[in-house]
């Protein structure tokens, strides 16, 4: 390793220690931190900080590596987009195409592509108040067909319009992925199937779907106000296994650094497929607002633009020419966040990425971009 690389090894370091340092300070003695780098000179590793504890014993110590389980959140959005592209071919389609069953006239009709690039005509639902709570019933497949048939307003927005955060939207792009076609159907197995071949082809060992049983394998959370959740607390609900395809994978720093050198073009597989994916972009001027309820299209500027790839977001690390994909993940008791180096319109593989892996909230955020933006700059 030349005096560059260390200089960058030793960086991150640095970042991750002052991150835990930082959550120690806070009283959070139970902090668990996986960061995967790839730059220059480094060869891909994974760096570790803090040290987990048992989801449902607090006082039993998980070991903490790169097996370690984490919930990555809405990361699996991007998982999501690459699974429809293995079980259905194109983007060119409609959710009506692979969704064979009673849905309203304007969500049979929405474009994959609209989803995929968060313009799909729902308001945002990843804060709070979430619009279709009490309204979409999501807990099992023949409940979320009946709730989605009996609201044929759906969607809000005409899509392509306006950028909206839409994890139901992603869900049902989930279901278009394993093509639902009978509500009896067992989506939440069919998905743990999909996603053993993705596997398989991509070499990722222990990245899945949500069950009841994921909380045994994670380490506490901690919840908003610092503190970790109580031993009992699921890390999950059942609507993940309709509207998984939002964010409900869990993995480990070992396939998420197999993941995300997939994602540079390092590994040598479906080039084509990760420069569509990766150029084919939108950007956005107006977003819809945040409504309580099944309430009329409501629009307004954003104060920055967005800019979209298919499941990733186009970004621009602070102080620095570079252009960067990144996408993050929250989800109870965890932060996940992952970005690299623009590479696909050039051809060459990207050079630089990293991503963090947490059971805090925010931290990923924070530590991922600040390590990008050291090993960019």
């Given at each position: 390793?030349g005096a560059?690389a260390s200089?960058s090894?030793?960086?991150?370091r640095?970042?991750?220690?002052?991150?835990?340092?930082t959550a120690?300070?806070r009283?959070?003695?139970?902090?668990a931190?996986v960061v995967g780098?790839?730059a220059?000179?480094?060869a891909?590793?994974?760096?570790?900080?803090g040290?987990?504890?048992?989801?449902h014993?607090?006082?039993?110590a998980?070991?903490?590596d790169?097996?370690?389980?984490f919930?990555i959140?809405?990361?699996s959005?991007?998982f999501?987009s690459?699974?429809?592209a293995?079980?259905?071919?194109?983007y060119a389609k409609?959710?009506g195409?692979?969704?064979?069953l009673?849905?309203?006239?304007?969500?049979?009709s929405?474009?994959?592509?609209?989803?995929a690039h968060?313009?799909?005509g729902f308001p945002a639902?990843n804060?709070?108040?979430?619009?279709w709570h009490?309204?979409i019933?999501?807990?099992?497949l023949?409940?979320l067909?009946?709730?989605l048939e009996?609201h044929?307003e759906?969607?809000?927005c005409p899509?392509g319009?306006?950028?909206?955060?839409?994890n139901?939207?992603w869900?049902?792009?989930?279901?278009?992925a394993?093509g639902a076609t009978?509500?009896?159907?067992?989506?939440?197995?069919?998905a743990?199937?999909?996603?053993?071949t993705?596997?398989r082809?991509?070499g990722?060992?222990?990245t899945?779907p949500?069950?009841?049983?994921?909380?045994d394998a994670?380490?506490?959370?901690?919840?908003?106000r610092?503190a970790?959740?109580?031993?009992?607390?699921?890390?999950g609900?059942?609507?993940?296994?309709?509207l998984?395809g939002?964010?409900?994978?869990?993995s480990?720093?070992d396939?998420?650094l197999a993941?995300l050198?997939?994602n540079?073009g390092?590994s040598?597989?479906d080039l084509?497929?990760l420069?569509?994916?990766q150029?084919?972009r939108r950007?956005?001027a107006?977003?819809e607002?945040?409504?309580r309820?099944?309430?009329?299209?409501a629009?307004?500027?954003t104060k920055?633009?967005?800019t979209?790839a298919l499941g990733?977001f186009?970004?621009?690390?602070r102080?620095?020419?570079?252009t960067?994909?990144t996408?993050n993940g929250?989800?109870a008791?965890f932060?996940s966040?992952?970005?690299?180096?623009?590479?696909?319109e050039?051809?060459?593989p990207?050079?630089t990425?990293?991503f963090?892996?947490?059971n805090?909230?925010g931290?990923?955020n924070?530590?991922?971009?600040?390590?990008?933006r050291?090993l960019?700059?």
């Open positions: 390793m560059c200089a090894a030793a960086r991150v640095s970042l991750i220690d002052a991150a835990v340092s120690h300070a009283g959070q003695s139970a902090i931190t780098v790839i220059p000179g480094i891909p590793q994974l760096f570790f900080g040290a987990p504890v048992a989801a014993s607090h006082a039993r998980l070991p903490l790169g097996r370690t389980t919930m959140g809405s990361i959005k991007v999501t690459r699974l429809y293995m079980r259905q071919g194109t409609t959710l195409d692979t969704i064979r009673p849905l309203p006239a304007g969500i049979r929405l474009p994959i592509l609209d989803i968060y313009c799909a639902d804060v709070s108040p979430i619009w009490g309204a019933d999501a807990d099992t023949p409940q067909i009946a709730t009996a044929p759906l969607p809000q899509p319009a306006q950028y909206a955060y839409s139901l939207s869900g049902l792009m989930g279901l278009a394993l009978d509500v009896t159907q067992p989506v939440g197995r069919e743990i199937d999909a996603y053993a993705l596997g082809l991509l990722l060992a222990n899945t949500w069950t009841p049983t994921t909380a994670l380490p506490a959370g901690y919840d908003p610092g970790l959740f109580p031993e009992a607390f699921p890390y609900r059942p609507q993940w296994t309709t998984g939002g964010g409900n994978l869990a480990t720093g396939d998420m993941w050198a997939y540079m390092r040598g597989k084509a497929l420069r569509e994916q150029t084919t950007t956005f107006t977003v607002q945040a409504v309820g099944l309430e009329a299209c629009t307004s500027a920055i633009p967005v979209t990733w186009v970004a621009h690390p102080g620095s020419d570079a960067a994909l996408k929250d989800v008791g932060n966040w992952m970005g690299f180096a623009d590479w696909a050039s051809g060459t990207s050079q990425g990293a963090v892996l947490s805090a909230p931290l990923a924070t530590l991922g971009a600040s390590v990008l050291a960019i700059s």
